[in-house]
């Protein structure tokens, strides 16, 4: 056993020799630690702001989406709308159209017309001046009556 204790001695003797770090390599490995603690601090920082921009790009995205849909659905509803528009405008330009024919066979109507009405006038007042002179003629025939009433009369009181 003495001989065990002999060679344990300077085997415990290297252990302690070899396993001591000078105090430079020291320094110098808290140095390391430091700055990789550091990094490790940076690095949790920025993956924590990754993580908050992937949310904000996912978050962009769906409104992304939301707005690409509304842009379909706004111009679905402009189409028809535009389809609509040509409808009315062709519509309205026939419309516009038959007016103006219309307008001009309804000119030569109006002539037509006007020129039955004047017709009408002249035979009214023609009729109108046929009334007057009958009434004329009544008015001396009454009057005449009148005096042979009173003819008469005078010739039977007499």
């Known amino acids: 056993m003495k001989n065990e204790y002999k060679l344990l001695f300077p085997l415990l003797l290297c252990c302690l020799l070899f396993s ?63 389809r609509n528009y040509e409808d009315l405008a062709g519509r309205y330009n026939t419309l516009i159209n038959n007016n103006k024919q219309i307008g001009s066979g309804g ?13 009408k006038q002249l035979e009214i007042e023609d009729k109108d001046r046929q009334i007057q002179t009958l009434r004329y003629t009544i008015d001396q025939k009454e009057k005449r009556v009148q005096e042979l009433l009173q003819m008469v009369r005078a010739k039977q009181g007499n």
């Open 107 to 119: 000119a030569s109507d109006k002539q037509y017309w006007e020129e039955e009405l004047a017709k």
């Open 20 to 82: 001591c770090v000078s105090s430079d390599k020291y320094k110098e490995l808290v140095q390391v630690k430091d700055y990789l603690e550091e990094e490790n601090k940076r690095l949790t920082e920025q993956d924590s702001e990754n993580r908050d921009m992937r949310a904000n790009i996912r978050q962009s995205k769906l409104e992304l989406d939301k707005a690409q849909a509304k842009i379909v659905e706004l111009q679905a509803s402009f189409s028809s709308l535009n």
